[in-house]
């Protein structure tokens, strides 16, 4: 969704790229069945897909996942409208942002990014932030009551099975984006200034949801956005801890320095930012429900030049909902000088 409206687009590369095996636990790019053979049958042998019916499975998932991209943005569009005229919300309240919702100790994060600098950490952790503390509960409610009401819903992205799209359920608008416009700009601005936090103009918002016997875990991967704060929305699980590793595509970072990773406690009401191309993945839970809230930030002013999944210059694509943040510069935004 874009913080200011207009004509989403996507990078053409939705159709092709990031798609996720999961029986195999990989992303693969799909161009032509002799361009897949070449560069995956081999891995894919490794990896237990050894027989031609394993083989042929794997593709038929492509092609099914192609086409269901393909339908994706305008059953999005269709399924946005139908909520909006049908959904019963449980709780009215806690669908336009008021402050109270918010912890107090998080002004004073606000307030201090607004004002100099925040420590750039290596990933910064809005810790003992407590925000929406008296919130987890009812957004939980809301987005289980969500879950179980009629009509089909999209899953927020190929990695997560069990998590609604807040932008679908119609839950952004007077929630998330007023969270973003008025608390997270100036943060994203201070903590990630060179990977475009201060140029966010989009999001993409979505639960994630982990219980025994559904999802456990989730992959190792990075985000399509340029920062991402995982906010934690209750406590009644075990295991589920984040894991972060290196910033994918940075390799100067990370030169000489082995494969570092740093595993987060994530405490309920806390949100976790992070830049989005750092590579991280959520451990198995062993017990319990976990339920979060991930609100994917992008800028683009750095997507425009180079879309993070195919890390080319972004062919756009026009979607009737939830571009990916790209935009089509106006002719008369630029500055005669
Ligand atoms: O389960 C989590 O907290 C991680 C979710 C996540 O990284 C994502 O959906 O992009
Ligand atoms: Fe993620």
Redesign the pocket.
């Known amino acids: 969704m874009l913080l200011k409206g207009g004509q989403e687009y996507i990078c053409s590369c939705f159709f092709k790229r990031n798609i996720f095996l999961k029986r195999y636990k990989m992303h693969v790019t799909f161009e032509s069945q002799d361009q897949f053979q070449d560069q995956y049958r081999q891995l894919l042998r490794m990896k237990g897909c050894a027989t031609e019916k394993q083989y042929k499975d794997v593709l038929e998932q492509i092609t099914s996942e192609i086409e269901r991209r393909r339908a994706l943005h305008k059953l999005t569009a269709d399924r946005t409208q139908r909520f909006k005229d049908t959904y019963i919300k449980l709780h009215p309240d806690i669908w336009i942002l008021k402050e109270p919702f918010l912890d107090s100790r998080f002004f004073s994060i606000v307030a201090d990014a607004q004002s100099k600098s925040l420590d750039n950490l290596l990933f910064s952790i809005l810790d003992n932030s407590g925000n929406i503390t008296d919130m987890c509960k009812l957004l939980i409610e809301e987005i289980e009551n969500f879950e179980s009401s009629p009509h089909a819903k999209t899953r ?2 190929t ?2 099975e069990y ?1 609604v799209s807040l932008d679908e359920m119609g839950l952004s608008q007077g929630l998330i984006l007023p969270l973003i416009q008025k608390y997270l700009l100036p943060i994203c601005a201070s903590l990630f200034p060179s990977w475009g936090g201060g140029t966010i103009d989009s999001f993409k918002a ?1 639960s ?1 949801k ?1 219980e025994m016997g559904n999802d456990l ?2 992959a190792t ?1 990075y ?1 399509n ?1 340029e920062v ?1 704060i ?1 906010i ?1 929305l209750g406590d009644k699980y075990e295991g ?1 801890n ?1 894991q972060f590793g290196r910033i994918f595509g940075d390799e100067e970072e990370y030169e000489g320095k082995g494969e570092e990773s740093y595993t987060c406690d ?1 405490k309920k009401g806390h949100g976790i930012l992070h830049c989005g191309r750092r590579m ?3 451990l198995p839970i062993t017990q319990g429900m ?1 339920t ?1 809230l ?1 609100i ?1 930030m992008r800028s683009s002013t750095v997507r425009n030049t180079q879309c993070p999944m195919c890390l080319s210059h972004p062919s756009l694509h026009e979607v009737p909902a939830e571009g990916e943040g790209f935009t089509i510069q106006s002719p008369w935004s630029c500055s005669c000088t």
């Open positions: 927020p992205n990695m997560n998590g979505f994630v982990y875990q989730l991967h985000d956005a991402t995982n934690n589920g984040l994530h991280h993945s959520a976990r979060n991930v994917w």
